[in-house]
C-alpha cells in the first residue's frame, strides 16, 4: 500500500485547512485509517480515523467538534477536514492505514498502523 499526503501549509489562527491522503496498491477487506502528528521534539500522537467499510470515525479530544475525517471509497482518499486551527496544531500530519483491526473507539498507537505516508506540514501563525 502506498499513501500520498497532500494539503498541508500555512493559515493564521481560526483558518482552515484539508489534507487528502490518497491509497494506492493492495486492496483489504477491512482497513482503517487515521491521521497522526507530531510536532517538533514530541511523539508522534493519533489525531483521528476512520473505518473505510463503515466510515465510523474516532477523535482525539484535543480536535474533536474542529476536525472532521471522511473517506471516498471510489477514490480511495481520505481526508481531514481541518476548522478553527490553533498555533499548538502546528505539525508534521501523517496519514496511515491498517490492514486490520479489532474496534474504533479507543485510541490507537502508531504502532498498530502498518502503512504510512510520507507527511505533509501543518503550520497555524498565532
Known amino acids: 500500500v502506498q499513501l500520498q499526503a497532500s494539503g498541508g501549509g500555512l493559515v493564521q489562527a481560526g483558518g482552515s485547512l484539508r489534507l487528502s491522503c490518497a491509497a494506492s496498491?493492495?486492496?483489504?477487506?477491512?482497513?482503517?485509517m487515521g491521521w497522526f502528528r507530531q510536532a517538533p521534539g514530541t511523539e508522534r500522537e493519533f489525531v483521528a480515523h476512520?473505518?473505510?467499510?463503515?466510515?465510523?470515525?474516532y477523535y482525539a479530544d484535543a480536535v474533536k467538534g474542529r476536525f472532521t475525517i471522511s473517506r471516498d471509497n471510489a477514490l480511495k482518499t481520505m481526508y481531514l477536514q481541518m476548522n478553527s486551527l490553533k498555533p499548538e496544531d502546528t505539525a508534521v500530519y501523517y496519514c496511515?492505514?491498517?490492514?486490520?483491526?479489532?474496534?474504533?473507539?479507543?485510541?490507537?498507537?502508531?504502532?498498530?498502523?502498518?502503512?504510512w505516508g510520507q507527511g505533509t506540514l501543518v503550520t497555524v501563525s498565532s
Open positions: 496498491g493492495r486492496t483489504f477487506s477491512q482497513p482503517r
Open positions: 476512520i473505518s473505510w467499510s463503515t466510515g465510523e470515525s
Open positions: 496511515a492505514f491498517d490492514t486490520n483491526y479489532s474496534g474504533m473507539r479507543y485510541i490507537p498507537q502508531p504502532y498498530e498502523y502498518d502503512y
